[in-house]
């Protein structure tokens, strides 16, 4: 009988018949299993909570709280997969919430609601990848080299493409953040100068942003609302520095940070490293306007120096081509 599964199987999938019999019933047992592999019993700390946070919800009317809670809400149906989708260690649940947070991603979920779209994609791709190669050992012949990769890069596509969205994600925050860094500290300066409190001014600052630097706008924001619900400034600045990951948000924490235990005064801090921003920015437009001659020399010579040489020698080329046609008649 097995004889014969596997005939029937190589006369109608080809040499590799047997193959993806076995893959398709591993996908279909693994389907079927996976349910009851992440079942986990109801926390009942977690039946708590869900029955007091309608209550306090209520209570919360500020723009940040409403989206956390928002995410929170689309982020329960995962609850019953945490176990397989966070991660064990606690070093890696931390590395992997500040990415995320460093990618505008700041939901209690962010974490699990990643892995999840990074498992089904790389699922759903492998799938992709399976049914082509089917196809395509139906079509004609192919060799296991090229059946094994077609089955294995789309997966493998799928998986990083989370990944890769996230870092593209988190250098275009940072690079919004530190762009518009100096004239976050030149409107501040303002603000402290006019007699306003370093904690009003980020407020007027973050409102002011809004518009031009969406991403620095609510990491003030944030900022502001932590000093107002009163946490100790010094770990709210240390807590905008690790989130933003730039290093001129850093120098500007330990700047202030230093300067309120000291007892110096902010406005000539901000003055002297306001002004320092500004020139770094204008270095790094130097320093981006000195790299565009080395990187369009590449582009000069391939496009320019072939049609070039085409031109001039060509005719050459044509004539000696021509006289030795004629030596060998």
């Given at each position: 009988?097995?004889?014969q599964?596997?005939?029937?199987?190589?006369?109608?999938?080809?040499?590799?018949?047997?193959?993806?019999?076995?893959?398709?019933?591993?996908?279909?047992l693994?389907?079927?299993t996976?349910?009851t592999?992440?079942?986990?019993?109801a926390?009942?700390?977690?039946?708590?909570k869900?029955?007091?946070?309608?209550?306090n919800?209520?209570?919360?009317n500020?723009?940040?709280?409403?989206?956390?809670?928002?995410?929170?809400?689309s982020?329960?149906?995962?609850?019953?997969f945490?176990?397989f989708?966070?991660?064990?260690?606690?070093?890696?649940?931390?590395?992997?919430?500040?990415?995320?947070?460093?990618?505008?991603?700041?939901?209690?979920g962010a974490?699990?609601t990643?892995?999840?779209?990074?498992?089904?994609?790389?699922i759903?791709?492998?799938?992709?990848?399976?049914?082509?190669?089917?196809?395509?050992?139906?079509?004609g012949?192919?060799?296991?080299?090229?059946?094994?990769?077609?089955v294995?890069?789309?997966?493998?596509v799928?998986?990083?493409?989370?990944?890769?969205?996230?870092?593209?994600?988190?250098?275009?925050?940072q690079?919004?953040?530190?762009n518009?860094f100096p004239?976050?500290?030149?409107?501040?300066?303002v603000?402290?100068?006019a007699?306003?409190?370093?904690?009003q001014?980020?407020?007027?600052?973050?409102?002011?942003?809004?518009?031009?630097?969406?991403?620095?706008?609510e990491?003030?924001?944030?900022?502001?609302?932590?000093?107002?619900?009163?946490?100790?400034?010094?770990?709210?600045?240390r807590?905008?520095?690790?989130?933003?990951?730039?290093q001129?948000?850093?120098?500007?924490?330990?700047?202030?940070?230093?300067?309120?235990?000291?007892?110096?005064s902010?406005?000539?801090a901000?003055?002297?490293?306001?002004?320092?921003?500004?020139?770094?920015?204008?270095?790094?437009?130097?320093?981006?306007?000195?790299?565009?001659?080395?990187?369009m020399?590449?582009?000069?010579?391939?496009?320019?120096?072939p049609?070039?040489?085409?031109?001039?020698?060509?005719?050459?080329?044509?004539?000696?081509l021509?006289?030795?046609?004629?030596?060998?008649?």
């Amino acid at each position: 009988m097995l004889t014969q599964l596997n005939d029937f199987l190589i006369a109608k999938l080809g040499p590799l018949g047997p193959l993806f019999a076995v893959a398709v019933l591993g996908i279909v047992l693994m389907a079927i299993t996976l349910p009851t592999f992440l079942k986990k019993r109801a926390d009942p700390y977690a039946k708590l909570k869900d029955a007091t946070g309608p209550s306090n919800a209520a209570s919360n009317n500020g723009k940040l709280q409403k989206k956390t809670l928002r995410h929170g809400n689309s982020s329960k149906k995962l609850d019953k997969f945490a176990t397989f989708l966070e991660p064990k260690s606690e070093e890696e649940m931390t590395s992997s919430r500040l990415k995320m947070t460093r990618a505008g991603y700041r939901s209690k979920g962010a974490v699990r609601t990643f892995h999840a779209i990074q498992f089904i994609l790389g699922i759903v791709f492998l799938i992709g990848g399976v049914i082509y190669a089917l196809i395509a050992s139906a079509s004609g012949e192919i060799s296991t080299t090229t059946l094994i990769l077609a089955v294995l890069l789309p997966g493998a596509v799928g998986y990083y493409i989370p990944r890769y969205w996230i870092e593209k994600r988190i250098g275009s925050r940072q690079a919004e953040i530190q762009n518009g860094f100096p004239d976050a500290l030149d409107m501040l300066l303002v603000c402290v100068e006019a007699g306003q409190s370093l904690d009003q001014g980020i407020i007027r600052v973050s409102k002011e942003l809004s518009a031009g630097y969406p991403a620095l706008a609510e990491e003030f924001e944030i900022v502001a609302q932590e000093v107002k619900a009163g946490k100790d400034k010094s770990s709210v600045l240390r807590a905008f520095s690790e989130r933003s990951g730039v290093q001129d948000v850093a120098s500007f924490v330990t700047v202030m940070i230093q300067s309120q235990t000291f007892g110096t005064s902010i406005a000539e801090a901000l003055r002297v490293y306001a002004s320092e921003m500004r020139d770094k920015r204008v270095m790094r437009a130097e320093e981006a306007a000195n790299k565009l001659p080395t990187k369009m020399t590449l582009g000069t010579m391939m496009f320019t120096v072939p049609p070039l040489l085409i031109i001039l020698v060509g005719p050459s080329v044509y004539d000696m081509l021509q006289l030795f046609q004629n030596f060998r008649l």
